[in-house]
C-alpha cells in the first residue's frame, strides 16, 4: 500500500534550535507540498515542489524556514531557529501534476517550540 | 476574497440523513477539485476527486461541481456516526498550487 512517510512524528524543541523534517513521497509523484495546520489557521501551503524543482514558498517566512528537495524520494523543511508560534502539526503530501488521482498525505510531523 | 471557501459549520445532522458541504473557489481556471476527510488528530484522507461539471457518485458520497458558479459540493447520504469528521475542500487553481478551505465539521448524531 503505497503511503507517504514523514519523520519523526513528534517533535518537542527548545526556542532557537533547529528543526528538521522529513517526507519521503510515493515512489512516482512528481509533486510535493509543505503544509502547517494549526486551529486558527488551518492548512496552510508553505511550498511545493514538480520534478524536484521548488515553484512557490511564499507561504514561508523566508528568513526561519527553507524547504528542499536533494532528491526523488526525500523533501525536507527546516526551520532555524525555531520559536514557540511555529508549533503545529507539519504535512507533506504527494501526488502528480494537476492532481490526478488526488493527493496523499503523510501522517504529519506534531512540533512543539517549548 | 479567500481562495477557496467553506462554511465553518459545525454542521449536526440526524443519523440516516443527508449531509450537504459546500464550497466555492475565486480561481475561474482551477482544473481540479478534492475533498478530504480529516478525522481529530489524523491526516487528511482523500474521498472524492471531480474534474468536469455535473455529479460523481462514490457508495454514499456524491460531488458536484459547477464551474460557471465556481461552487462544488458534498453531498453524504445515509450519514452515519463514523462520517462525524472535518471535511475539506481543496483546489488546484492555476499555477498547480493545492488550496485547501477553513473545513466544515460534521457531526452526526445517533
Known amino acids: 500500500d503505497a503511503r507517504v512517510t514523514q519523520t519523526p512524528r513528534h517533535k518537542v524543541t527548545e526556542m532557537g534550535q533547529e528543526v528538521t523534517m522529513r517526507c519521503q513521497p510515493i515512489?512516482?509523484?512528481?509533486?510535493v507540498f509543505w503544509y502547517r495546520q494549526t486551529m486558527m489557521q488551518g492548512l496552510e501551503l508553505l511550498a511545493y515542489f514538480r520534478n524536484r524543482a521548488p515553484l512557490d514558498d511564499s507561504g514561508m517566512p523566508k528568513d526561519r524556514f527553507s524547504a528542499e528537495m536533494p532528491d526523488a524520494t526525500l523533501a525536507t523543511l527546516k526551520i532555524q531557529p525555531s520559536e514557540p508560534r511555529d508549533s503545529a502539526v507539519y504535512f507533506c503530501?504527494?501526488?502528480?501534476?494537476?492532481?490526478?488521482?488526488?493527493?496523499?498525505f503523510g501522517s504529519g510531523t506534531r512540533l512543539t517550540v517549548v | 476574497q479567500k481562495e477557496v471557501e467553506q462554511n465553518s459549520g459545525p454542521l449536526s445532522v440526524p443519523e440516516g440523513a443527508i449531509a450537504s458541504l459546500n464550497c466555492t473557489y475565486s480561481?475561474?481556471?482551477?482544473?481540479?477539485f478534492f475533498w478530504y476527510r480529516q478525522y481529530s488528530g489524523k491526516s487528511p484522507e482523500l474521498i472524492m476527486s471531480i474534474y468536469s461539471n455535473g455529479d460523481k457518485e462514490d457508495g454514499r458520497f456524491t460531488a458536484q461541481l459547477n464551474k460557471a458558479s465556481q461552487y462544488v459540493s458534498l453531498l453524504i447520504r445515509d450519514s452515519q456516526p463514523s462520517d462525524s469528521a472535518t471535511y475539506l475542500c481543496a483546489v488546484n487553481p492555476r499555477g498547480g498550487k493545492l488550496i485547501f478551505g477553513q473545513g466544515t465539521e460534521l457531526s452526526v448524531k445517533p
Open positions: 503530501a504527494s501526488g502528480l501534476h494537476r492532481g490526478d488521482y488526488g493527493y496523499t
Open positions: 480561481d475561474r481556471g482551477s482544473q481540479s
Open positions: 515512489l512516482g509523484h512528481n509533486t
